[in-house]
């Protein structure tokens, strides 16, 4: 007996380790047999283990990295790279960007990003060729032929076309940059594409390169979500959520849908109620249209609100290429296998079972490399921070516009601005500067944005010591009307802008919005209905107590028959040396062909007055010797 006991532990001490986890699986199941006999109850309940942190890290590596079919890629990379191309070509041949922005004399100046300030700019010739570069990118991107190469080349030089000019930012554009990013590195060309016929066709296709990981899909579609989901939070205002706007101006100006809401409500209720009803669908489109595409049940509904939503702003707002991309993206929040049930595309599809290998073995969960992981978390953390940027800045961002950019805060401004350029030489009289060499889109971009604005001023300061060898200042007699609401002074008019410091944090130079209190919005309505019935048209203006607003009413022009009307507070008029007060509700005709100023007294509410016309608000401001995009429209 002594002797077989040796024997017995050496043959326990040889057996390998999958043999050992089933001697003891074994003898777990005999034992709870035995005890099953001896104590005639069931067998005991396996004990659940709590998952730990590295179970629940490799769960998500699992899920990330399981391999899907590549089709709806493809099929995006396709719908992507034509609607860029279109995009390019109508840019270059139909909008005359290039003449418009990169013409050597004209315009005199470009704006730039404040974080690309030295970009170089090529002259007109080579700019074609950079145009015609990038739309061969965005068509071999889209064919998927030489994919690398297509991808890098498409977004180098997208996003240099668009560093060269600040006043061409557009949240859309922004967009295709950061998809085009993406592409470059993801696997969209697995499939549908010139690469995949050239491998089949050399015979290096496999189960690893004819598929890709999840993750590739999930990054695309979590891109379209932040646009959708950060644009309802940007409407999460009071101006889209109170008053309607500025939904009740833009909407209301469409015939249709004007005499639609007539025959619905009363006449006098129809912009309101127009403006209420869009500002309400489009906040809860943008809310909710995210979490329906990731819904299996609520998928197929949201794909026809996407529909109808963006073909509604195709034809009301003539937006380019951005609706047909964000409809394509569509097809991004499909499942892989029912992507490839699609007749036309089945042909196309790959057989991607993540499960086992062709040996029947289970394949093992592959890992993200660290460095693309560290990169795919920045750029999520980017995505969901950087949105939130303006909580920096003092104010309210649509007013003062500073962290407005980069955020996905689209079509929330209904804007009109009029601007007055003061030059005072050093030692001479003050005079208005006249000749913006500027293009329209840069005129209406620079009317809005604050860095256009010093960006603008300080070049005129550069201009006039270049020419006359001594300095001037430069000071900007500035208002603005945000969504309908009065002229109010947007930039401090006591500031000299070519001594601002280009690269502070923040621009102290913005005059603070007026508060709302002060208007009576329905009185506004009521005035402008009134001057129309009268042949006329009513521009309102508001100013603190204290204020003057000093301007003038050229007599070469339509404009012929101009008061003035108070509308709330203390208003008075200085024509010539002669003061005179308007109380509220009462018109003082204005002189054609001469000065005038009108003060705000009190030390109350601000006041609003009205100047009532009878020309187009357009040869209005070019009476008072400003600026604005209705007048500038008139040349």
């Known amino acids: 007996m002594d002797q077989q006991q040796p024997s017995v532990r050496l043959r326990h001490a040889t057996r390998p380790a999958e043999d050992i ?202 891109q379209i979500f932040v646009c959708y989901f950060y644009g309802s939070i940007a409407k999460m205002n009071y101006d889209w959520v109170i008053r309607g706007e500025p939904c009740k101006t833009w909407f209301y100006r469409v015939e249709p849908i004007r005499q639609l809401a007539e025959i619905v409500v009363p006449p006098e209720y129809a912009s309101s109620v127009i403006g209420h009803f869009f500002s309400a669908g489009g906040l809860l489109f943008d809310l909710l249209i995210g979490f329906m595409l990731i819904s299996k049940t609520f998928r197929p509904m949201g794909f026809l609100m996407t529909f109808g939503f963006h073909l509604t702003n195709h034809f009301v707002f003539k937006i380019g290429t951005f609706p047909w991309v964000m409809m394509a993206t569509n097809i991004l929040f499909i499942e892989p296998e029912t992507v490839s049930k699609i007749p036309i595309l089945k042909n196309f599809a790959t057989s991607a079972n993540t499960s086992t290998s062709r040996d029947g073995k289970k394949t093992q969960t592959s890992k993200l490399c660290r460095p693309l992981l560290a990169l795919l978390f920045c750029y999520v953390t980017a995505q969901c921070l950087v949105p939130f940027r303006h909580w920096l800045y003092p104010g309210d961002v649509n007013w003062t516009m500073e962290g407005h950019q980069f955020s996905w805060r689209m079509m929330l401004n209904a804007e009109d601005v009029v601007l007055r350029t003061l030059i005072r030489p050093q030692g001479g009289a003050e005079v208005v500067h006249t000749g913006y060499q500027i293009n329209a889109r840069q005129m209406k971009r620079m009317l809005t944005d604050p860095e256009l604005i010093l960006q603008y001023a300080q070049h005129l300061g550069r201009g006039h010591l270049q020419t006359t060898g001594s300095p001037a200042s430069v000071r900007l007699d500035m208002w603005r009307s945000l969504n309908n609401r009065p002229f109010q002074r947007w930039v401090d008019p006591s500031v000299d802008l070519t001594t601002v410091d280009y690269w502070a944090f923040h621009y102290p130079w913005l005059e603070p919005r007026l508060p709302d209190s002060d208007i009576d919005f329905s009185e506004l309505d009521r005035i402008r209905a009134e001057a129309k019935d009268h042949g006329k048209m009513a521009t309102f203006f508001m100013d603190k107590p204290g204020g003057v607003f000093k301007t003038t009413l050229q007599a070469d022009g339509p404009c012929s028959n101009i008061s003035l009307l108070a509308v709330s507070g203390d208003v008075s008029a200085q024509i010539k040396k002669m003061h005179t007060h308007v109380p509220v509700g009462t018109e003082l005709s204005l002189p054609i062909g001469g000065f005038h100023r009108v003060r705000t007294g009190g030390d109350g509410p601000a006041s609003v007055w009205a100047y009532l016309h009878d020309c187009s608000p357009g040869h209005f401001h070019n009476a008072m010797m400003m600026v604005s995009m209705d007048s500038w429209e008139l040349y």
Not at 38 to 53: H, I, N, T, W
Not at 153 to 177: D, V
Request: aromatic share 16%; proline share 3%.
């Open 21 to 222: 986890s089933t001697a003891d699986s074994e003898e777990k199941t005999t034992n709870g047999g035995v005890n099953e006999e001896r104590d005639g109850k069931g067998a005991p309940e396996p004990v659940k283990r709590r998952l730990s942190s590295s179970d629940e890290s490799a769960g998500w590596m699992a899920t990330l990295t399981e391999r899907v079919d590549p089709l709806t890629l493809a099929v995006f990379r396709f719908l992507f790279g034509a609607a860029m191309v279109v995009h390019i070509v109508r840019a270059a041949l139909t909008q005359d960007v290039i003449q418009a922005n990169f013409q050597d004399f004209f315009p005199e100046l470009n704006f730039h990003y404040y974080f690309a300030m030295n970009v170089w700019k090529p002259p007109v010739e080579i700019t074609w060729y950079i145009f015609w570069a990038c739309a061969v990118s965005a068509g071999l991107l889209s064919i998927g032929f030489l994919y690398r190469l297509a991808s890098l080349s498409f977004f180098l030089l997208f996003t240099y076309i668009n560093l060269l000019e600040k006043a061409r930012y557009n949240n859309h554009y922004y967009l295709y940059i950061l998809v085009s990013f993406l592409f470059l590195i993801t696997d969209c060309n697995r499939s549908f594409s010139l690469d995949h016929l050239i491998a089949c066709w050399r015979g290096k296709k496999t189960e690893k390169t004819s598929t890709v990981p999840k993750w590739q899909l999930d990054i695309l579609r979590f």
